[in-house]
């Protein structure tokens, strides 16, 4: 097969936890013999990326770690990053270009900026799997969580988005445009997955009747193993946060948990790009203050397996509900319990197991109290890591994968 996977950034302009999905899915791919093709979204021009022009307006040809990759250009796509709105600029090249490509089945992980590409996908009749990597098709906001930092049940047809989270670029009537869209495509599409049940139940309550299957994103068990080290130095008790460093994660309120505890000996790697210098600022203040406090920048993935192997626990503070988490069930792989908040799939993932303890979002005085608790009980520390099991493998998602490809193929022939 050809494939074609479809998401709104990718590296090594972007790394995150969708970006490091599509690699795993488009490399097992290639090692079950598929051609592969990566198309995603140049965020800054300016930022060099390496590899050739495309065939497509603005857009360069590469190659990420063995995966081709074709980005195009931000300028080329429709102006609010939010939108699902095809785009006329790119219309008829992007149609030349799936035609001259010959893709056999495409599978998109991100719709943000891509409406024009789902389009053209759309009108070459192409089979279109999406995987609900968050939950961008009902909420503009991705999240479903409005402005005032509360959980939100989903749009009302748009009534919920204009009072709750009121916008100069979404206003009724365009809300429902997008919403529309955002069912459409949803229904129309070969398979809709979901990595989690958390995900597959609101997408489900939102969009009565819709089908989705359920495949968790896999890990590298076979690299993780590979980057434990071969001896165990002395170390104090180290907590973990492995992550994109915006708001949202949460980060802040693990430091300032932290900084409650200053007569613990504990030590906190935090590994991770900023995207907003304000915040940034506010971090690196807080570590200034707290000698506990390591800021490691942005890690490769090899240097990311071998941080788990030297962690006590992963902590995840999210205020906002994670869809999955992949590096919870890379934690996991290196035997490492989490601390999570009370938000999304790694809270029903945590509670279930008992891998570690579910606190709640944004409390710092929770986080403080649970840090200590795990902290000063040895008996707690031996419990959670016993109660840690293996996750999926990349092989194993990868395999689900496949035979939706298959099964989405043949239903096109066949019509």
């Known amino acids: 097969m050809h494939i074609l996977f479809v998401l709104h950034q990718f590296f090594p302009e972007f790394s995150g936890g969708t970006e490091r999905v599509t690699l795993n899915l488009a490399r097992?791919?290639?090692?079950?013999?598929?051609?592969?093709?990566?198309l995603a979204c140049r965020v800054d021009p300016q930022r060099p990326v390496g590899g050739v022009p495309a065939a497509l307006p603005g857009?360069?040809?590469?190659?990420?770690?063995?995966?081709?990759?074709?980005?195009?250009?931000r300028r080329t796509l429709p102006e609010i990053d939010s939108a699902l709105a095809d785009g006329p600029t790119l219309a008829a090249p992007l149609d030349a270009w799936l035609a001259e490509h010959r893709f056999d089945v495409v599978h998109a992980l991100h719709p943000m900026r891509m409406g024009s590409v789902l389009a053209a996908v759309q009108r070459a009749g192409l089979p279109l799997l999406l995987t609900l990597t968050d939950y961008f098709a009902p909420c503009f906001r991705i999240n479903l969580v409005d402005v005032q930092g509360q959980p939100c049940e989903g749009p009302e047809g748009g009534r919920a988005c204009t009072t709750r989270c009121a916008s100069s670029s979404w206003p009724m009537a365009a809300l429902q445009t997008r919403l529309a869209q955002g069912e459409a495509l949803l229904r129309q599409a070969s398979a809709c997955i979901a990595p989690s049940a958390?995900?597959?139940?609101?997408?489900?309550?939102?969009?009565?009747?819709?089908?989705?299957?359920?495949?968790?994103?896999?890990?590298?068990?076979?690299?993780?193993?590979?980057?434990?080290?071969?001896?165990?130095?002395?170390?104090?008790?180290?907590?973990?946060?492995?992550?994109?460093?915006?708001?949202?994660?949460?980060l802040h309120v693990l430091l300032a948990a932290l900084r409650a505890l200053p007569e613990l000996p504990l030590r906190l790697q935090v590994a991770g790009h900023f995207h907003d210098e304000a915040y940034a600022q506010q971090i690196r203040q807080a570590a200034q203050q707290d000698a506990r406090v390591q800021l490691l920048g942005g890690l490769a993935a090899p240097e990311v397996h071998a941080l788990m192997?030297?962690?006590?626990?992963?902590?995840?503070?999210?205020?906002?509900?994670?869809?999955?988490?992949?590096?919870?069930?890379?934690?996991?792989?290196?035997?490492?319990?989490?601390?999570?908040?009370?938000?999304?799939?790694?809270?029903?993932?945590?509670?279930?197991?008992?891998?570690?303890?579910?606190?709640?979002?944004?409390?710092?005085?929770?986080?403080?109290?649970?840090?200590?608790?795990?902290?000063?009980?040895?008996?707690?520390?031996?419990?959670?890591?016993?109660?840690v099991r293996l996750p999926m493998?990349?092989?194993?998602?990868?395999?689900?994968?496949?035979?939706?490809?298959?099964?989405?193929?043949?239903?096109?022939?066949?019509?």
């Open 198 to 250: 958390h995900v597959a139940r609101r997408y489900q309550e939102i969009y009565p009747g819709l089908a989705v299957e359920q495949i968790p994103h896999g890990v590298d068990l076979l690299a993780i193993a590979a980057a434990r080290p071969t001896d165990a130095a002395a170390r104090p008790l180290t907590l973990g946060f492995v992550g994109a460093l915006i708001p949202p994660k949460g």
């Open 59 to 73: 857009a360069v040809d590469s190659v990420f770690d063995g995966v081709p990759v074709t980005l195009l250009d």
């Open 393 to 415: 493998r990349i092989e194993e998602e990868a395999f689900l994968y496949e035979s939706l490809y298959r099964s989405a193929l043949s239903a096109v022939s066949e019509a």
């Open 28 to 38: 097992m791919a290639q090692r079950a013999g598929h051609r592969v093709q990566v």
């Open 309 to 387: 192997h030297g962690l006590d626990l992963l902590c995840l503070p999210s205020l906002v509900p994670e869809s999955f988490s992949l590096v919870v069930h890379e934690a996991a792989a290196a035997g490492v319990p989490a601390l999570v908040s009370d938000l999304g799939a790694p809270a029903e993932a945590i509670g279930r197991s008992g891998a570690g303890a579910v606190v709640p979002a944004g409390a710092v005085d929770a986080w403080t109290q649970a840090l200590r608790d795990w902290a000063t009980q040895p008996e707690r520390q031996t419990a959670w890591r016993r109660a």
